[in-house]
C-alpha cells in the first residue's frame, strides 16, 4: 500500500505571534517555524499502516521555513521518502494555493491514501483534505481517527458530535484529514534524525503550471479586541474574595452580605 | 643429646592410597575452579574492552580527583586491604569483615607456604637432589605456627561475627524481597540457601581446621615447642583436660582431617560458581572502578545507540556484575526503591547477572532467582532494555547516585542504567510527559514548552537591567537552567539571588534567549543526541559571550558543564552560586546579620554527591547566624528529592511515596523552622512536599540565597538583627 502524507509548516504557537506591517499576515521574521501537529498524526497513522500492510510512505509538502526539520524527521520515523514543492511560495499560501501544488505533485504518483492533518492553525475549517480530493477527483473524509483496510477497501473511524463514533467502508484510493492516529506520534531520538540528514536526501520537485482559481483575499489580520467585560482584581486574597463576593451580589447570582 | 627439631610431619598417619586420594582430589578441585575462572573471565572479554588508558590519560585542567578523574590504583589498593568501602557507614560488618578477609589471606598463605615446602621444594629436591630438604622446620616452623593461629582466630571472629549478625538482622537490605514483583512470583530461595552454604561451609572448614591442628598436639603429646602453636595447644590442652587421650586423639585426627579436607576443596571448587567469586571480583572491580563515569557519563560508543547484548557492555561492567554480594546497602538507600518504585540497585545488578550469565552459558550452583514462567532475566530471547529489565524499572532512577556511593564494591549503577535508557529512547518507549519534555527541549531548548524569548522575562520584574554577556564583557557569566528561569515560583529567587550579587558589586550576566537547557538530565534520560545538540547550542552561545567564568543555579547543570562540558571544549571554570555567595559574604565581614533560628539544609544530589560541595552552602548558613541542626542522612548519605535524572518529567503515580514526602519527614523529625535548599528543583519538589505531608505553617522550604539576602538586608537596615539569636 502506497501512502501520501501533505506536511507543512505553522508558525509556533508558544510564540508570541504578531502582525507584520501590511497587517494581513503574521510577523513571520522572528517566529520559530515547527510541524503542523495534526500532520504528525497523519504521519503517525500513515506509519502504522506500513508496519500493519507493508508499502511505502512517501511524506510531500511545500518548501517552507525549517520544513527540512520535518522532513527529516518523518525519514527518521520511517517514511521512505521526502519531497519538497518548490516554486514562487511566498509568507502565508493560501490552503486552495497549497492544495492545488500538492494535488498536482500526488496525480502522478502511485497512490491508496492520501493522509494529511484534519486541520491547522491558520485552516481551522479543514479544507485541505477536502480541495485535494476534489482537485484529484477522489473520495474524501474528515477528522479519521483510525484506518484499517481489507482488500481494496479501507474502514474508517470518524468522530462525530455527542461523542459518537462511526465505521464507514469507502474504496481506495482516497483522501483523508486525521484527527489523531491509533497511537500517540512516536518519538524519534535527535541522534536518528541527525544521522537521516547526513545520509538520507530530501528530493525536489519544482512546481510547474498549477492553477487554483478563485482564492479570497485577507484584508485584515488582528488578535481578537478585549469586549471590556474582563476586569482584573488585585490586592490581597481577603480584599479579592471580598470584591469577587460584591460582584456576585451586584449580579444577583448570591444574596446581599447582611442579608439572612 | 637428641637434637629437637621444631616441626611436624606431613601427611602423618595416611596411606599411600590415602595420599593418591588426596592429590587427585585436590587437582580436580583445582581443575574446576579454574574452569569456572576461565569461564568467567572469557564471559568478561566477551565486553567491550576495559578502558585502560584513563589511568594513564592525560588530564583536562580542570579535573578533579575522585570526581572526573579515576580513584588512583594506589588508592583502591589502600582501600581494598582496609576494607574502607565496606566499614563506609556500617564499621561493625566491616570491622568483622576486615578480620575475616585478613584472615581468610592469611590462611590461603599459610597453605601456599605449606603446599610450596612439601610439593614443590620437597619433590624437586627428591627427584634432583639426593635427599628431600624442607624449610618447614625450626624457627621458621615456629613463626608459621604462631602467625598463622592468629589468621584462623581473624577468621573465626570475623566470620562468627558476620553469620551472628546476619541471622540478628531484620533489615530490608537481607530479605531479598524484591523492588518489582513479577506477575507470576519468583522465589530467592536458592540465594538465601547459596549464603548460608557460604557462611556456614567456611566456618566449618575454619573449625575443622583449628580441631586438627589441637588434635595432632594433643596426639603428639605436646611437644613444648608446640606452645608457639598458642591455640591450637590451648585447645589441645581444653581438649586432654576433659579427657581426650592422646592415642584417641590420633583417632579422631584422622577422620577430622578428611572432613576438613573434602570441605576445603570442595570449596575451591565452589567459587567460580557461587557468590564466593566476589573474593576475586570484588577487589579486582574496585582496582578498574571509574568513579567518574558517573559524573561524566560515556558517550554511546556503539554501532547502535544503548546496549543490547552481552557484547555491548564492558568487560568491567560485566566484571561488576559478578562483584555483587547482594548486600543490600544500595537497596536500602536507593529513593525510587524506598519510595514503591519497581526499581532496586541491586536486583537491576542480580537481574543483569543471571541474564549475562546465561547469555554465555554460564550457571550458578544455587545463587539465583527462580520463576515459575520465564521472565525477566529468565526470558529466552527479548529485548535487554524492555523484557529482560523492564521499562518501568529503568525511568525509576533519578540517578541520584547514592548506590555508586554506597557500593562497597565499586559497581556504578548509573552509567548502565543510562545506556540501557538509551535503548529505551531509541525505539520511543517512554512517558507521554517525558516525550512532550524531549520534543519541547528539541525545538524550544527548554522542557517547558516555552519560547526561547520568555527565557528572561523573570528580569522584567528587577528594578534594574542585567547586562547582556553577549554584548559586554563580565566576569560571571550566570547559567539559571530551566527552572530557575521558567518557573513562576523560582522567578522571586532569580530575583534575589541577582539583587544580592548586584548589591555586592559582583560583574555578572546572561545570556536571555541564546541559553539552552544545559542537558545534564536531558543525558541522563537517554537522548544522546538530543544531549549533544544542546551541548553544541550552548557552546555556540558561550562563544558569543565574553566571560571569564560560569556559575550556576542548577546543580544539575553545574555538574554537566563543569564535568562534560570540557569534554566537548568549554575552557571555562565553572561554578555553583553557593561558592559565588560565600565568597563574596566571606570577604565582606558584617555583611550578615545574625538571623537565628534552628534550620536544616538538604544537599542536593548533583552539588554534594556528585561534586563534592557540601560545606559551602553550610557556611553561608552559619554566616546568617542561623543554627544548622544536620538531618541523620548529610553530605554523601543526602537522600533524593527524587526529581533527578529525568524523572521531573515523568509521571509520578506509581510511587507510594515521594521521596520528597519522606524526606520531609525525615526534616520535619527535627524540629527546624526552615529547611534550607541550594537547587531550584528542590525547591519544588519539597515545597510541594511540605503540603503532601501535612507540615504546612510549620516547617518552611527556603533557598539559601532567600537566607542570605535576608541577613544582607538586616545589615542594610542597621536593625537589631544582630542581637537577636
Not at chain 2, 547516585?401 to 525505539?427: F, K, N, Q, W
Not at chain 2, 525545538?443 to 547586562?467: E, H
Not at chain 2, 547559567?479 to 528561569?485: E, I, V
Request: with cysteine; aromatic share 8%.
Amino acid at each position: 500500500m502506497n501512502i501520501i502524507v501533505a506536511m507543512r509548516q505553522l508558525a509556533d504557537l508558544v510564540e508570541e505571534l504578531e502582525v507584520d506591517s501590511s497587517g494581513t499576515d503574521i510577523d513571520r521574521e522572528f517566529v520559530k517555524f515547527v510541524s503542523n501537529e495534526w500532520d504528525e498524526a497523519a504521519l503517525e497513522e500513515a506509519l502504522c499502516l506500513k508496519e500493519a500492510y507493508g508499502g511505502t510512505v512517501t511524506v510531500v509538502g511545500i518548501e517552507e521555513v525549517d520544513f527540512h526539520q520535518t522532513l527529516h524527521a518523518a525519514l527518521a520515523k520511517g517514511a521512505d521518502r521526502a519531497v519538497e514543492l518548490t516554486g514562487d511560495f511566498e509568507g502565508w499560501i493560501p490552503t486552495r494555493q497549497r492544495a492545488a501544488a500538492l494535488a498536482w505533485f500526488i496525480r502522478e504518483c502511485d497512490f491508496d491514501l492520501v493522509l494529511t492533518g484534519v486541520q491547522a492553525a491558520d485552516d481551522l475549517n479543514g479544507q485541505l483534505a477536502g480541495a485535494i480530493g476534489a482537485m484529484l477527483g477522489v473520495a474524501h473524509a474528515s477528522v479519521v481517527t483510525n484506518i484499517s483496510v481489507e482488500g481494496s477497501e479501507a474502514h474508517i473511524t470518524q468522530e462525530l458530535g455527542g461523542g459518537v463514533t462511526s465505521v464507514s467502508r469507502a474504496r481506495l484510493p482516497l483522501v483523508l484529514g486525521v484527527q489523531s492516529a491509533r497511537q500517540a506520534p512516536r518519538y524519534v531520538p535527535i541522534s536518528r534524525i541527525r544521522q537521516v540528514m547526513a545520509e538520507a536526501t530530501i528530493e525536489k520537485v519544482p512546481v510547474t503550471g498549477e492553477s487554483f482559481g478563485n482564492t479570497p483575499q485577507v484584508l485584515r489580520l488582528y488578535a481578537p479586541e478585549a469586549s471590556g467585560t474582563a476586569t482584573m482584581l488585585e490586592g490581597k486574597p481577603k480584599e479579592v474574595a471580598s470584591a469577587i463576593y460584591d460582584v456576585l451580589v451586584a449580579k444577583g447570582v448570591a444574596g446581599s452580605r447582611k442579608g439572612n | 643429646m637428641l637434637t629437637v627439631i621444631e616441626t611436624r610431619q606431613i601427611f602423618a598417619g595416611e596411606t599411600r592410597l590415602e595420599r593418591v586420594v588426596f592429590y587427585l582430589a585436590s587437582f580436580v578441585a583445582i581443575l574446576i575452579f579454574f574452569v569456572g575462572l576461565a569461564f568467567r573471565v572469557r564471559k568478561y572479554f566477551a565486553g567491550r574492552p576495559l578502558d585502560l588508558s584513563r589511568f594513564r590519560r592525560k588530564h583536562l585542567d580542570r579535573d578533579l580527583l575522585g570526581i572526573t578523574r579515576p580513584v588512583p590504583v594506589s588508592r583502591s589498593i589502600h582501600e581494598i586491604a582496609s576494607n574502607g568501602t565496606v566499614s563506609k557507614r556500617n564499621r561493625g560488618v566491616g570491622l568483622a569483615h576486615l578480620a575475616l578477609f585478613w584472615g581468610f589471606l592469611g590462611l590461603l598463605a599459610a597453605t601456599t607456604i605449606l603446599s610450596l615446602d612439601y610439593d614443590v621444594v620437597g619433590n624437586l629436591t627428591r627427584i634432583f637432589g639426593h635427599h628431600e630438604l624442607s624449610f618447614f622446620t625450626g624457627h621458621f616452623y615456629l613463626a608459621y605456627n604462631a602467625i598463622f593461629d592468629l589468621a584462623g582466630l581473624a577468621a573465626l571472629v570475623g566470620l562468627v561475627g558476620l553469620i551472628v549478625r546476619r541471622a540478628r538482622s531484620t533489615s530490608i537490605a537481607l530479605d531479598y524481597k524484591r523492588a518489582q514483583i513479577p506477575e507470576d512470583g519468583y522465589s530467592r530461595a536458592r540465594m538465601a540457601a547459596g549464603d548460608l552454604l557460604f557462611a556456614y561451609g567456611l566456618l566449618a572448614i575454619l573449625v575443622t581446621g583449628i580441631l586438627i591442628q589441637a588434635l595432632r598436639i594433643d596426639a603428639s603429646r605436646f611437644p613444648p615447642y608446640e606452645r608457639w602453636t598458642w591455640m591450637g595447644y590451648a585447645i589441645a590442652s581444653a581438649m586432654h583436660g576433659i579427657g581426650i587421650s592422646s592415642t584417641s586423639a590420633a583417632a579422631i585426627h584422622l577422620w577430622i582431617w578428611w572432613i576438613h579436607i573434602a570441605m576445603a576443596l570442595a570449596f575451591v571448587a565452589y567459587i567460580p560458581w557461587s557468590k564466593a567469586i566476589h573474593i576475586m571480583t570484588a577487589p579486582a572491580n574496585l582496582l578498574v572502578r571509574d568513579s567518574s563515569a558517573t559524573r561524566r557519563l560515556p558517550a554511546n560508543n556503539l554501532d547502535h545507540p544503548g546496549y543490547r547484548s552481552l557484547d555491548d557492555f564492558t568487560s568491567k561492567e560485566l566484571l561488576s556484575l559478578d562483584a555483587c554480594t547482594k548486600c543490600g546497602r544500595c537497596h536500602s538507600v536507593c529513593p525510587a526503591r524506598t519510595g514503591g518504585a519497581p526499581l532496586s540497585p541491586r536486583d537491576l545488578i542480580l537481574d543483569l547477572r543471571q541474564w549475562a550469565d546465561r547469555s554465555a552459558g554460564l550457571s550458578m550452583v544455587l545463587d539465583w532467582e527462580q520463576r515459575p514462567t520465564a521472565s525477566g532475566p529468565l526470558v529466552a530471547g527479548g529485548r535487554l532494555a524492555g523484557d529482560v529489565i523492564l521499562p518501568a524499572t529503568l525511568w525509576s532512577c533519578t540517578t541520584c547516585m547514592a548506590c555508586v556511593e554506597i557500593c562497597p564494591v565499586g559497581i556504578e549503577h548509573v552509567p548502565t542504567i543510562v545506556s540501557l535508557r538509551r535503548s529505551l529512547v531509541d525505539e520511543g518507549t517512554m512517558d507521554p510527559t517525558l516525550q512532550s519534555a524531549l520534543e519541547n527541549l528539541a525545538t524550544q531548548g527548554n522542557s517547558f514548552g516555552k519560547s526561547a524569548r520568555m527565557r528572561a522575562r523573570w528580569a522584567k520584574g528587577l528594578d534594574f537591567d542585567l547586562v547582556d554577556a553577549r554584548k559586554q564583557h563580565v566576569e560571571y557569566l550566570w547559567f539559571l537552567g530551566d527552572f530557575a528561569s521558567f518557573d513562576e515560583r523560582l522567578g522571586e529567587i532569580s530575583r534575589i539571588l541577582a539583587t544580592v550579587l548586584r548589591d555586592a558589586g559582583v560583574s555578572f550576566g546572561i545570556l536571555f534567549e541564546d541559553e539552552r537547557n544545559a542537558g545534564n538530565d536531558v543525558r541522563r534520560v537517554g537522548e544522546e543526541g538530543l544531549f549533544e545538540m544542546l551541548v553544541e547550542q550552548n557552546l555556540a552561545a558561550f562563544a558569543g559571550a565574553d566571560f571569564d567564568k560560569i556559575f550556576t543555579t542548577d546543580p544539575h547543570s553545574f555538574n554537566t558543564l563543569r564535568n562534560e562540558y570540557p569534554v566537548y571544549g568549554l575552557d571555562k571554570p565553572v561554578l555553583h552560586y553557593s561558592e559565588v555567595l560565600l565568597e563574596i559574604m566571606e570577604t565582606n565581614e558584617g555583611a550578615l546579620a545574625n538571623l537565628g533560628g534552628r534550620v536544616t539544609y538538604h544537599d542536593p544530589c548533583y552539588l554534594g554527591r556528585y561534586n563534592r560541595i557540601f560545606e559551602q552552602p553550610r557556611r553561608l548558613v552559619e554566616l546568617a547566624g542561623c543554627e544548622l541542626v544536620e538531618m541523620p542522612r548529610n553530605r554523601t548519605n543526602s537522600f533524593c528529592c527524587g526529581a533527578g535524572g529525568g524523572r521531573i518529567w515523568m509521571d509520578d503515580s506509581v510511587l507510594t511515596e515521594r521521596p520528597s514526602e519522606n524526606r520531609m519527614r525525615e526534616a520535619a523529625e527535627l524540629g527546624v523552622e526552615q529547611f534550607v535548599v541550594a537547587c531550584p528543583k528542590d525547591y519544588v519538589m519539597f515545597s510541594d512536599a511540605v503540603k503532601t505531608t501535612g507540615n504546612e505553617g510549620r516547617i518552611k522550604v527556603v533557598d539559601i540565597v532567600e537566607l542570605v539576602a535576608e541577613a544582607t538586608r538586616l545589615v542594610g537596615a542597621g536593625s537589631a538583627g544582630g542581637e537577636q539569636g
